[in-house]
């Protein structure tokens, strides 16, 4: 090779180096081949989004529209979004429809991380209810939608006794609260209001009937009372030796409003009946075929024998099932459940009236005996009939 042809071989040489340096800012190698794979990737991922969403919202329905069959309250309608929950119907009580609502909130579904709660929000859109299960006519609501109108829902639950509500004015609500809080029993240790006022002229008698609300609380050891659709209602759990005091006071003739369902708990009642139907249940257990909730013949006496006994107990009976710890949580839950409704059927064949009893199951979650041993185990699978509390 002559001089001159080195030479000009070394000038390209030195011309490339110079060109990719200049041009060397990116990355020296990309893996293109890489591309369909990330694109599939993302497609993957954009349809497991809308699946995964369809997916969840399908639990929470399930979830809900399974708590509201648990309950017994046919008046109610479900409507979800995502993880929204939203009921509507005619509740026959305000309590009714409020223990619906936080069944709802705290109700539990199996996920592949174990159990949860799949619902995020849930409200209510309630109307007054036509008829009561219970009675000919006359209806509770919750509390309406009408800003307009007076009314509230007080409870005593614990030491704790809650004013909410809408008052007419500020003179009726600082009535209402130093009626709560003036010679309140040594129970009650605190007084919440959160009562709104609507800036009104207070309707001839409302404020009798809010003090009467009050009043019929302090002497009760949990309840609520309410007045709603012009309806003064109250639930009341207390001694037996007050149940007439207090019934006296909530049935008098009102000026505003008229007197809607009284319901008195006697504590001694309760606790006999609890008793009663808890001797019967554990003397003879209700049995059901392996894993199922078919409920085995030969148990139809007992079922007989607890129908009348729940017939003579007062207020509104919860039927809960209860499984050991044997299987997945979901699995219990569901035929703790299952198993509940069950006997709530045959309570209802038996002549207990529907409105009167709800049903509930906890799985494994409340044991009574040690999960290691069989007669533990045998003593967590169990039926158990228990009243529904007044503050519940």
């Not at 009535?175 to 609507?198: C, K, Y």
């Not at 198993?339 to 409340?366: D, W």
Request: net charge negative.
């Amino acid at each position: 090779m002559s001089l001159r042809s080195e030479v000009s071989a070394e000038k390209v040489a030195r011309s490339v180096r110079r060109f990719r340096a200049a041009s060397g800012d990116g990355l020296p190698f990309f893996p293109y081949g890489l591309l369909p794979l990330i694109g599939l990737v993302l497609l993957t991922l954009t349809a497991w989004s809308g699946f995964a969403h369809h997916s969840i919202e399908n639990v929470v329905r399930r979830t809900a529209e399974q708590t509201i069959r648990d309950a017994g309250a046919e008046w109610a309608n479900v409507d979800v979004s995502g993880q929204w929950v939203t009921v509507a119907g005619e509740p026959p009580t305000p309590e009714a429809g409020e223990r619906l609502l936080n069944s709802i909130r705290t109700a539990r579904a199996p996920t592949w991380l174990g159990l949860a709660r799949p619902a995020t929000r849930v409200s209510g859109t309630f109307s007054a209810a036509s008829v009561r299960p219970d009675q000919a006519s006359g209806s509770t609501p919750l509390l309406s939608a009408d800003s307009d109108t007076p009314e509230y829902l007080f409870r005593l639950s614990g030491a704790k006794l809650t004013l909410d509500g809408r008052v007419p004015d500020i003179a009726t609500r600082d009535a209402v609260i130093e009626a709560a809080n003036t010679n309140r029993p040594p129970r009650i240790e605190l007084v919440e209001s959160n009562l709104d006022t609507i800036g009104i002229a207070p309707p001839e008698g409302f404020r009798e009937v809010a003090l009467r609300g009050v009043e019929a609380l302090k002497l009760c050891n949990s309840g609520t009372a309410s007045l709603t659709a012009l309806n003064f209602d109250l639930r009341c759990e207390l001694p037996e030796s007050e149940a007439e005091r207090v019934r006296t006071l909530a049935n008098a003739p009102l000026t505003y409003g008229s007197v809607g369902e009284i319901q008195i708990l006697a504590q001694e009642v309760v606790e006999t009946c609890e008793e009663e139907l808890a001797r019967l249940l554990e003397a003879s257990r209700i049995e059901f075929d392996p894993g199922s909730d078919r409920i085995a013949s030969s148990k139809a006496a007992l079922l007989d024998l607890t129908a009348r006994a729940a017939a003579d107990c007062p207020g509104t009976l919860r039927v809960e099932g209860h499984t050991d710890n044997t299987g997945s949580a979901g699995i219990n839950e569901s035929l703790s459940r299952r198993r509940a409704e069950a006997v709530r059927a045959a309570l209802i064949q038996r002549g207990v009236t529907p409105a009167r009893i709800i049903a509930a199951g906890y799985g494994s979650a409340q044991p009574l005996g040690d999960n290691a041993t069989e007669d533990g185990r045998a003593m967590n699978r169990r039926i158990e009939i228990r009243i529904v509390r007044a503050d519940e």
